[in-house]
């Protein structure tokens, strides 16, 4: 036989009441949502400093984007052949830092205006990835069934396509230009996000608060809206980040290839006529290597936040 | 008291009245098969989770289904609560059939889940956590005219979480595991339901918190009026706070009664089983039963708790005539004593008293040599299949 | 002698918001032959000390104070000697066992392995070690060569006892082995380990948080709160007539059916067990106990002596004041 029960006793908020600081009077549910995104955001930022590799590629990142903004403001009049008089492939001085090229245009001016057209092109073309991608994973993982079976054969199909073969026949049809580059990338890099975030959700949709919000009668859109893609979208995001680097390289090789506008200066552009200039049998080194040099920062610096991110996002996950 | 305390308003069925009906419920899992043998015919093994079982739950009863892994009681709940797909059978609320569209319904019958931790969603705060049923149902008014944060603040205050307002902004993460066990239970209160079902509502708690959520279902069931359908493994906690016990087994309810004619004069072998090992019922020499809780993909003729049923095995059944039907005949549940149903050929044919006293004496006769005396005495070098859950 | 002997234990985790104090000060022994049990709840320190039995703590992790086994002292140990002595000096049950099983690998295997990993045998013998084992803990020598997911919980927990068993340890650690378990197959497997133990004359130490699976595995008890032990004595005693409020609470938490007092009357502590980072001041159970008075606040009870061989770290013992205990209405 057991001793009598205790009398319960102490209250209950005693222990286990954590609360760091005090609290403002909050009433308002938007206040709220507010305070709590703006929490949230400062932890993802504190976090992310604390990355060597995650704040130089922001450095590097926002060095490039300053460029291009100056890009934008800045007179084209440096480009036009006829408006120039500088002389033919010299090498850096002074006036042109980074030489010239067989036209006498001044590279520097080249490669500052490409910077506009490569970043440019490396974001329209994610956002059409990411959104492409985003929304079949999506359907594909929530709705599960012959949505899926479908969906995933598509992809598959999407992954197998010889994206270089379809630039090509694009470009027969449309002609060579910037949205024949755009349109190329972003209808051949969605099937990698489209996998990602499917199985993402897939895991998100077994977990028991989205079983619990189907217990409150929740439907399908609230589902989706208020517990899938909130935590489908630190993936995207990282993802994103990645993509987006992979464009800029995809739009270099299809300049490169002569694909692109024969008038642009991208820096794949850059490159393609300094190769046919025949830049390095005369040593013009200063003609082809900058832009290659660029396209390899910019690139560098979107994988090294995508790695930051990445690491402050898995590890929150996990803990909490 | 504040505003927040508000009592419950008065609902229309009177105390004892039906509120929840199970007729004949089926619920089947089918394993998967590879492409080739789907396409030659070959299905999945029927694993037949929830076997038909009856159930009558009476407004302001706390009910308890208990019963071990894989008896379909977990499934039963959330059958009750339109998140599982079901084969066959009627749920009925206050005598109506469930509709296509549960989502009325559901405001009416809540769910507290097992584990607090992953029902909570890490990204939301305790207020949006909370307030998430109110918005899902379109409600931003209470029925006085309440903000949303009004209402929010009540169910906290109600689950026990005071002040309510020091918990808007926090996340689970900062949370106790019963402090988390009661966000969920306000965020089920939030709707003012009449019924929660509760799965294993203190299994992933603390013991020492344990009593506390126990007593706090109880005065909600006091002060609110509700009806409280609570799965468990654990037969002391029916004994606590249960008015009736359903037993499971393999899909079906094996006996149900008030708590104290099922855990004091059990009607069924298996329950007495049950009851012989809880820990406290005294040392180790008692009777246990054989092998692994059964597999639902592979259900034995007859009574379904033949094969490991003491009264059967000691030879008792075969002394008292029954050991034929039991093995061959399957039966539903009877009513042996008023209010109090077995689903055992035994408790049928002897009545309650001599039906209580076989099995008493069946369980004695299996069990096994006092410990020091033998060696392995249980067979646990049985080839039973793995455990289906 | 005394196969296990914890004097004057603190283990403090290393983590980023600093230092945890997991385990403040406690004395263990643990006899030849005899089960001790060790209850407590989360954050009582009561997995910390299974694993720095065997040093497997994480490496910033500060131990202070002398863990004996078998007369050596386990903090002094080499690298290579504490390699030796792990399993075969004492092995672990651990919780959540059933998943510390390779899932690519046969049962069979993995039994074997801790047997030829300390060159105890060669393959074959070691093959047929492994079937005497299995056979011991009641499977049949053909499970072997099953894997972990062709085995019902029950039966990879057996695994897991053979396992521990595997190396003729002189200690086994048990920590929570039978929580993820049903009633039944629970009932099972303790009356297993109570055999084995007595048949092979084990020593062990038994952790739960069930008391009343403690009451018939063990021989004596210890019951820990907040990092601490706060009673202890003969495992019949304890838990009939505890002398801690804690104990008392944790023993009304799995009532008896039958008794009338418990009935339609759940009995719970308010409040959670302390996080070992706030610990609160002078007995840390004070904010949740019924009968605490002023004192508790701010005097740390040591364990006084409250019967025939038993202690209780309360102040109301001290005093040989009753524990004034009362069915709440």
């Given amino acids: 036989m057991q001793s009598p029960p205790i009398t319960p006793g102490g209250d ?84 042109y830092p980074l030489g010239t090229d067989n036209f006498g245009v001044s590279v520097l001016t080249q490669v500052i205006q490409g910077s506009k057209i490569s970043l440019l ?15 079949i994973g999506i359907v594909a993982g929530y709705r599960g069934g012959a949505y899926d079976t479908l969906l995933m054969r598509f992809t598959d199909f ?70 899938v893609l909130p935590n489908v979208m630190p993936v995207i995001l990282a993802n994103a980040v990645l993509v987006v680097a992979i464009a800029i390289l995809s739009e270099t090789a299809l300049s490169f290839l002569g694909l692109g506008d024969p008038f642009s200066f991208s820096w794949g552009g850059v490159i393609e006529s300094a190769f046919n200039g025949h830049a390095t049998t005369l040593g013009a080194w200063w003609w082809i290597a900058p832009p290659g040099i660029c396209i390899v920062l910019v690139v560098l610096s979107f994988t090294m936040i995508g790695f930051a991110l990445d690491e402050i996002i898995n590890p929150r996950l996990r803990e909490r | ?302 009574c379904r708790f033949h094969p490991r049923c003491p009264v059967v095995v000691s030879g008792k059944a075969a002394e008292l005539g029954i050991e034929a039907a039991c093995k061959g005949e399957d039966l539903a549940l009877e009513e042996i004593q008023p209010g109090h149903f077995s689903a055992c050929h035994a408790s049928r044919q002897l009545g309650a008293e001599a039906a209580a006293a076989a099995i008493a004496a069946a369980g004695a006769a299996v069990a096994p040599e006092p410990v020091a005396e033998d060696g392995r005495t249980d067979d646990a070098a049985s080839d039973e299949p793995p455990d289906g859950t | 002698m005394s196969v296990l002997s914890l004097k004057d234990v603190h283990i403090t985790y290393h983590t980023a918001s600093g230092g945890v104090p997991a385990v403040r000060g406690v004395n263990l022994e643990v006899a030849k032959g005899e089960v001790l049990g060790l209850a407590g709840e989360s954050g009582c320190g009561k997995s910390t000390i299974a694993a720095a039995i065997l040093r497997l703590l994480p490496g910033t992790t500060k131990v202070e104070g002398s863990i004996t086994l078998d007369g050596e002292d386990v903090l002094a140990m080499k690298p290579g000697r504490l390699r030796a002595v792990r399993w075969t000096g004492a092995s672990i049950v651990f919780q959540g066992a059933m998943h510390a099983l390779n899932p690519v690998q046969r049962v069979g295997d993995q039994i074997g392995e801790a047997i030829t990993v300390h060159n105890q045998a060669g393959e074959r013998e070691a093959r047929v070690r492994v079937g005497a084992l299995l056979e011991q803990v009641g499977l049949p020598t053909r499970r072997a060569m099953d894997f972990p997911h062709e085995l019902s919980g029950g039966q990879k927990q057996r695994v897991m006892i053979a396992m521990a068993l595997a190396c003729n340890p002189s200690l086994v650690i048990a920590d929570e082995p039978t929580t993820a378990l049903d009633v039944m197959v629970q009932a099972q497997v303790l009356r297993l380990m109570k055999e084995l133990q007595r048949d092979l004359g084990l020593s062990m130490v038994f952790i739960t948080h069930d008391l009343s699976v403690l009451v018939e595995t063990s021989d004596r008890l210890a019951i820990m709160y907040a990092g601490k032990v706060v009673e202890e004595g003969s495992a019949a005693t304890v838990f009939h007539d505890p002398k801690h409020p804690y104990t008392a609470a944790l023993a009304a938490a799995f009532p008896e059916i039958g008794d009338r007092r418990f009935r339609g009357n759940p009995t719970g502590l308010g409040g959670d067990p ?56």
């Fill in chain 2, 1 to 302: 008291m504040s505003a927040i305390d508000v009592p419950a308003p008065e609902t229309g069925l009177p105390k004892g009245a039906p509120i929840l009906e199970v007729e004949d419920l089926h619920v089947t899992f089918r394993g998967r098969v590879g492409l080739i043998a789907g396409l030659r015919g070959q299905k999945g093994t029927r694993s037949r989770a929830v076997d038909g079982v009856d159930l009558l739950v009476r407004k302001g009863e706390v009910l308890a289904i208990a019963g071990e892994s894989g008896c379909g009681k977990t499934t039963t709940a959330r059958a009750i609560m339109g998140l599982q797909e079901v084969e066959s059978g009627t749920i009925k609320y206050e005598g109506k059939p469930l509709p296509r569209n549960l989502k009325p319904y559901l405001r009416k019958v809540q769910m507290v889940f097992q584990d607090p931790t992953g029902t909570l969603n890490p990204r939301q705060t305790i207020y949006e956590i909370i307030a998430e049923g109110l918005r899902i149902h379109g409600i931003d008014r209470g029925p006085d005219g309440e903000p949303e944060e009004q209402l929010v603040a009540r169910a906290l205050s109600r689950a026990g979480l005071r002040p309510p307002d020091r918990f808007f902004l926090r996340y689970p993460h900062e949370l106790s595991g019963g402090q988390r066990q009661r966000v969920v239970i306000g965020g089920a209160l939030v709707l003012e339901p009449e019924v929660i079902v509760a799965d294993e509502p203190v299994s992933n708690l603390d013991a020492s918190v344990r009593g506390e959520i126990l007593q706090l279902l109880m005065k909600l069931r006091e002060d609110l009026d509700l009806t409280i359908v609570i799965v468990t493994h654990d037969l002391g906690l029916a004994w606590t706070v249960a008015d009736r016990v359903a037993v499971m087994y393999l899909g079906r309810i094996v006996e149900i009664g008030p708590a104290e004619e099922v855990l004091l004069r059990p009607l069924h072998p298996y329950t007495k089983a049950l009851l012989d090992v809880v820990p406290e019922a005294g040392g180790l020499d008692r009777p246990i039963l054989t092998g692994e809780p059964p597999d639902p993909t592979k259900i034995p003729p007859g």
């Fill in chain 1, 158 to 227: 999407g992954l197998v396509v010889p994206w270089l073969a379809l630039a090509i026949i694009l470009a027969s049809i449309i002609g060579p230009s910037l949205v024949t580059i755009i349109l190329v990338i972003g209808l051949t890099s969605w099937p990698s996000t489209a996998r990602l975030v499917r199985s993402q959700v897939l895991s998100v949709r077994e977990r028991p608060y989205v079983e619990r919000a189907r217990a409150l009668g929740g439907g399908n859109w609230h589902m989706i809206g208020h517990h």
């Fill in chain 1, 121 to 135: 092109v490396g974001l329209v073309a994610s956002v059409m990835t990411i959104t492409i991608g985003a929304l």
């Fill in chain 3, 274 to 329: 302390p996080d070992p980072q706030e610990i609160p001041s002078g007995c840390p159970f004070h904010p949740r106990c019924s009968v605490a008075f002023a004192d508790c606040e701010r005097t740390v009870p040591e364990l006084y002596p409250a019967g025939e061989g038993r202690r209780a770290a309360c102040l109301l013992v001290e005093g040989a004041k009753t524990v004034a205990t009362g069915v709440s209405e």
């Fill in chain 1, 12 to 95: 209950p908020n005693l222990t286990g009441d954590r609360m760091p600081e005090s609290l403002p009077e909050l009433r308002s549910p938007r206040r709220i949502r507010r305070a709590r995104r703006r929490r949230a955001h400062t932890t993802i930022w504190k976090e992310y400093r604390k990355s060597k590799m995650g704040m130089a590629g922001l450095l590097i990142l926002v060095f490039f984007v300053a460029v291009a903004i100056f890009a934008v403001f800045s007179s084209k009049d440096g480009l036009d052949p006829t408006k120039v008089f500088g002389p033919r492939l010299a090498p850096p001085s002074l006036k």
